[in-house]
């Protein structure tokens, strides 16, 4: 019995030689990882087991991380036997992901500890890329900060990333103050100052806006607006809602969200820390 059930799992090992293979029937996915990605690192480490894909990247300053927990309905096929890791140079990964059109299938496997399949298309017509990977050794993946957020907002991503790009006229940072019900995002530089204030009353702009301790209650924060146009941008094609966290003079945490995968595990989807931003 022991001898049959080696020669099945060897037989099984022949038959999925990689280590793992992810597929998605678009390459918008990808984009949107390499992309994000690239605004704080070089380089990404990607984490895959049974349950999904995991990464985490942090800016050389550490002053922004990303989290990335995509679970395998984020993807068309997963397939990931036991737990692997592979460490790609993102701007050789990027440039692969462009060659596929957004409505092209592709294949990413890891047949090897040095090497990285891609394979894009189906049928008759495809293109295969080899890359190489880089050591990943024996790093732990980077801990997230242990936060306690006492203040939150929801709203649609376009009107949030119009807003950024509205502030960003005149100043280099984001003022944000929220109470019960109300937003405000604000930003002052050399040449003047905006002001952008919204309500819960405004329907499908913002879906909530809480503070805890009560209907009086008011917390402020002030953050770096580039890391935060950077990121909206690279997450564009992919997020539809977003949710602010934060505390008073702490770090804040952006949860993307899309409608086409809002029935995804707890816990998962794509998040990004930032650190408050001291004024004089």
């Given amino acids: 019995m022991l001898v049959a059930t080696k020669m099945m799992q060897q037989s099984q090992e022949n038959q999925y030689p990689e280590e793992f293979t992810v597929s998605s029937t678009t390459s918008t996915l990808w984009r949107v990882l390499a992309a994000a990605a690239q605004t704080l690192s070089e380089d990404v480490t990607f984490d895959t087991d049974g349950e999904g894909l995991r990464t985490r990247v942090m800016d050389p300053s550490h ?26 140079h993102l701007e ?11 409505r092209e299938m592709i294949e990413i496997c890891k047949m090897s500890s040095t090497m990285l399949e891609i394979r894009i298309g189906s049928g008759h017509y495809r293109k295969e890329f080899e890359l190489q990977l880089s050591d990943s050794g024996e790093t732990k993946p980077t801990p997230l900060p242990r936060l306690t ?46 002001e952008i204030s919204f309500g819960e009353q405004d ?3 913002l879906q909530e806006a809480v503070v805890e301790g009560g209907s009086q209650q008011q917390s ?31 770090p804040l945490r952006l949860e993307f969200k899309s409608s086409e995968t809002s029935t995804s595990t707890v816990g998962s989807g794509i998040r990004f820390y930032l650190a408050p931003k001291m004024m004089e």
């Fill in 149 to 194: 957020f006492t203040t939150r907002f929801s709203m649609g991503f376009q009107p949030f990333q119009q807003i950024l790009a509205d502030i960003s006229v005149l100043s280099t940072h984001l003022a944000v103050s929220v109470s019960n019900g109300f937003v405000a995002l604000s930003g002052k530089g050399d040449s003047g100052k905006v």
């Fill in 92 to 102: 050789d990964f990027s440039k692969i992901i462009k060659r596929a059109d957004n």
């Fill in 63 to 88: 002053v922004a991380l990303l989290d990335v927990n995509l679970t395998t309905n984020y993807f068309n096929g997963f397939r990931c036997p036991k737990p692997a890791r592979c460490r790609l």
């Fill in 220 to 250: 402020k924060a002030v953050y770096n607006l580039e890391y935060l146009l950077k990121i909206t941008r690279a997450l564009s094609p992919f997020a539809d809602n977003v949710k602010f966290e934060y505390s008073s003079k702490m």
């Fill in 203 to 205: 329907g499908a702009f």
